[in-house]
């Protein structure tokens, strides 16, 4: 990987979840993922779009220097998330999860367990029996951009990962440019120059751009209200997301990405 991408003094910088415009609720366009990324130093992008394998143009990441890993966050049967890596081939939405892991492992790729104890979406929230499936999960994210900060809820993870061999990540979970690089995990060697052999061996660094005043993805008091969100339920989801698109782009007709300044995390 050229040396470029490691401006960190962490090592190379990974970002293990994020989402383009080609999933439902991402709005991040290619161009701005590729300035985000080279803004902040990041050479190793996995792109996660939902129930997809990505669609955006890898060789012109790579002439940057940035490897991607084609990814894909599968939706299971009972609704939770499951996060494959290194994948050639994609999956109908919806099957078992063990499938999902299975169809993940098959093809030679990892599995990786993103916000396990989200409410709605988390796979530990979902299965009460989910260290059944841990001999087949080869990652699992401590922190993720999208869910609030809840020490118990990390110290729970880590436990779990320690007592089955599965090493933590720190990862965005980006919808937009914004929220790129906001956590991520750093490496400072590889295995062989070989990144799936060291993503299985190696634990990374987790770090966090303490240039970010909150989460990029903490709602708006306007949108915590009840109200509010029962009045965008009503909505139709077209709508809604045509809306959401319009007012990105214009939000965003001037988009800059920001340096980070990244700490370790506990």
Request: glycine share 6%; net charge positive; proline share 6%.
């Amino acid at each position: 990987m050229p040396a470029n991408t490691a401006k960190s003094p962490y090592g190379y910088l990974a970002e293990f979840h994020c989402h383009t415009c080609s999933s439902h609720d991402g709005l991040t366009t290619e161009d701005e993922l590729l300035q985000t990324c080279l803004a902040k130093g990041i050479g190793l992008l996995t792109i996660t779009e939902h129930d997809r394998l990505p669609a955006v143009n890898i060789r012109r990441f790579q002439e940057h220097g940035i490897r991607i890993i084609v990814g894909c966050e599968f939706t299971c049967e009972r609704g939770s998330h499951i996060v494959g890596l290194f994948l050639r081939h994609g999956l109908e939405k919806g099957q078992p999860a063990r499938r999902i892991m299975e169809h993940i492992r098959e093809q030679g790729g990892l599995v990786m367990i993103p916000h396990p104890f989200k409410s709605a979406t988390g796979f530990c929230a979902l299965y009460p029996d989910h260290r059944e499936y841990f001999d087949l999960v080869t990652l699992m994210e401590a922190y993720n951009g999208g869910v609030p900060d809840q020490p118990e809820q990390v110290a729970q993870i880590k436990s779990l990962c320690a007592q089955h061999g599965i090493r933590i990540v720190a990862a965005s979970d980006a919808h937009k440019a914004q929220h790129v690089g906001y956590y991520v995990t750093a490496y400072q060697t590889t295995v062989n120059e070989d990144w799936l052999e060291t993503l299985r061996a190696v634990q990374g660094v987790l770090l966090v751009d303490s240039s970010k005043v909150r989460k990029p993805r903490s709602l708006t008091p306007i949108q915590q209200n009840r109200w509010y969100q029962e009045l965008v339920v009503r909505v139709p989801s077209a709508i809604r997301r045509t809306v959401k698109r319009c007012l990105y782009r214009w939000n965003n007709r001037r988009y800059r990405p920001s340096i980070p300044s990244y700490v370790v995390l506990p």
